[in-house]
């Protein structure tokens, strides 16, 4: 590294860096990033958003009030010259805005105050856990090992406006509230064996991060919700009834009668089809019946060209047996006592019945609204059945849009319901309804995390500051079939040999829609249920996935597998 600077024990800014987001070319695709930033000569002006010549390529993850300036320090470029055994390092070179001596993650807390010249900052959060600081380095596994060698950098936040320059003493004015380390608040979120005090801790820092204040208090609510069994298991058919014509109420029960384990209401079940005509014979239906009944029941649309739907609703008979993996699924109702929104277009209304069932069945005196829209009442199916559960309810009302009469469920008349704006709202329907509903119950006042949906289909992409993409089906991948495993995508109904480095690759090269961040095994945002079948890993992921779900960033499967995707 050139222009080394020594402060004599002094906390000092050593170098000032910034830079525009750029195209830049990388596996076959576009991203859009400003992870390249380069020195400044002479003094720099900071704002509350940013370093004036600096920018983010991805807002959503980079940059912004509470992520305005990146902090790496000297002594962690000097560890890293050391471990890669590589001397061509510059100033910026792993994203930071500021290059400083002294300031290292195990000393530096969350709250922090630190005066830089005319300027005041606070520390915000650790790094953002992202490939692109990889990308930059030419070392991809470089966001694993951040976290893992427990040097991620941090952010500021800018207290006061002012002008910095490389020189700058560095003075902490301030030290934040409960004296938890960068690194080990890095550590909180991505590494295992987390103590539930540091996370309660966490939360009670003001000048934390909203979202990662967010993340830690999942991880104080979450409770375990491991599949009931693993792979598929045989059930029964016990009756198949038209609900209309064109959707049809599947029972299953397990073959020796015992109880099938309950499902909490929301929750769906993926069914497997012997069957030599169906090519991709896997598809998730949500479950419709009410919770803890000693069968399941799914209700499925016959779609115009659906195989399995086709089988399902013309095919089946009583008596057949089928192969289904464990109930799963987050879109849960909560325990809470306020309102509760329950709304749905179409064949959506399965697992929100489900939801309706379990308010009836505990005569739950919360408000309840129930809200769906359909075609017709032709169109409708379990119509009867909500009503009657809507009836037992003391505070439940309903409202029906039928498209071809009183005109579909919009924004505009959600609104008009004036509904309670400290209601938990559950959606389920087209990928395009959910997104106005969801608009609309956010300017209604609901707050965003009382907002739940579930996605028929796959799930939408999280592929941050990829650009120039085009949305395709997803399909069989270019070139010769791979040699390995098959590989079922569930939701996307593809099934393909495996071929290429891991999961998340070939998922890409079949453009069945993929979520991740990291690509090293250690953001979890790629994690998958993992509904039958076994992988292995490399890299290591530094926490485990879920029982029941895989890492598809590192995982590469051992036998046959299907992937809820």
Known sequence: MTGQVSFEGRSALVSVNVGKPKDVAWNGKTVYTGVWKYPVDGPATVRRLNIDGDGQGDTAGHGGEQRAVLVYQLDSYRYWQEYFGRDDFSYGQFGENFTVDGLTDDEVCIGDRYRIGTAEFEVTQPRVTCYRVGLRMGEPELPALLVSHHRPGFYLRVITEGVVEAGDQIVRTTTGPHALTVAATDALLYLPDRDRADLLRATQIP????????????????????PSWNGFRPLQVTDVIAESATVSSIYLAAPDGTPLPPAPAGQYLTLRIADPGVRVPVRSYSLSSAPGGERYRISVKHEPYGEVSGYLTTKLHKGALVEAAAPRGDFVLDEQAGPVLLISAGIGVTPVLAMLHQLASVRSTREVWWIHSARSTQEHPLAAEARALIASLPNAREHLYYSGTTGRLTKEKLLELALPV????????????????????????????????????????????????????????????????????????????????????????????????????????????????????????????????????????????????
């Not at 000048?207 to 491991?226: C, V």
């Not at 040699?483 to 998340?504: H, Q, Y």
């Open 207 to 226: 000048a934390l991060s909203p979202g990662w204040q967010g993340s830690f208090r999942d991880l104080l609510q979450a409770t375990p919700n491991e």
């Open 422 to 565: 400290d209601a938990s709202a559950y959606i389920c329907g087209p990928a395009s309804f959910m997104a106005d509903l969801r608009e609309a119950l956010t300017a209604a006042g609901l707050a965003t995390d009382r907002i739940h949906t579930e996605l028929f289909g796959a799930l939408p992409s999280t592929n941050p500051g990829i650009t120039g993409q085009v949305s395709r089906p997803p399909h069989q991948p270019a070139g010769p079939p791979g040699t390995g495993p098959m590989v079922t995508f569930a939701r996307s109904g593809i099934s393909t040999p495996f071929g290429g480095t891991n999961l998340l690759d070939l998922a890409e090269a079949c453009d069945v829609p993929t979520r991740w961040s990291c690509r090293t095994g250690v953001c979890h945002t790629c994690v998958t249920p993992l509904l039958s079948g076994e992988v292995s890993y490399s890299p290591t992921p530094l926490e485990p996935a879920p029982d029941g779900q895989t890492l598809i960033c590192c995982a590469r499967p051992t036998d046959d597998v299907v992937l809820d995707m």
